[in-house]
């Protein structure tokens, strides 16, 4: 298939203004004001003295097109390691998530999850394959109190 030529060249603007900012640009009201809460960059693993969950396995239902663990998976197994009335009793404000390997079918997977030591609304979570000890995936969550 052949595509059409345009018969005008168009400018391209270039921002240099890192990630905070560039989505700000496209809304005059939020001058000023960044996007996200902090830039994006490489997380810090939760504490080994830390809360552990007890080991999992992934499951079929964990799995992507590739036979590896689709990434919103991780995010599920790190909710699925709070009680019930933390969930009820706390809205999160932020997540970030760091890759760092795969997991596939069967994997025996292990949370860490640790508070951040100069903010305790924040927990750091580091999710990891048992049978090697890697650390398949890092989750930062901001949490807040929930007013009802």
Same mark, same amino acid.
């Given at each position: ?9 168009? %400018?391209? $603007? !270039?921002?240099?203004?890192?990630? *905070?900012? @560039? +989505?700000?640009?496209?809304? #005059? ?25 007890? %080991?999992? $396995? !992934?499951?079929?239902?964990?799995? *992507?097109? @590739? +036979?590896?663990?689709?990434? #919103? ?76």
């Amino acid at each position: 298939m052949e595509y059409p030529m345009l018969e005008k060249e168009y %400018p391209v $603007h !270039v921002y240099e203004t890192g990630p *905070d900012n @560039n +989505l700000s640009l496209l809304n #005059s009201e939020l001058a000023g004001e960044k996007a996200f809460p902090r830039n994006a960059m490489k997380l810090e693993p939760a504490v080994e003295n830390g809360r552990n969950t007890s %080991p999992f $396995h !992934v499951t079929i239902s964990d799995l *992507d097109i @590739n +036979l590896h663990t689709n990434m #919103s998976r991780y995010l599920k197994w790190v909710t699925d390691s709070y009680d019930l009335d933390f969930i009820l009793n706390n809205v999160p404000l932020s997540a970030e998530i760091n890759y760092l390997a795969e997991s596939r079918f069967n994997d025996s997977i292990a949370i860490t999850i640790s508070e951040e030591s100069n903010n305790s609304n924040v927990l750091n979570h580091s999710i990891m394959r048992t049978s090697d000890n890697t650390e398949l995936c890092r989750v930062r969550i901001n949490w807040k109190k929930n007013h009802i």
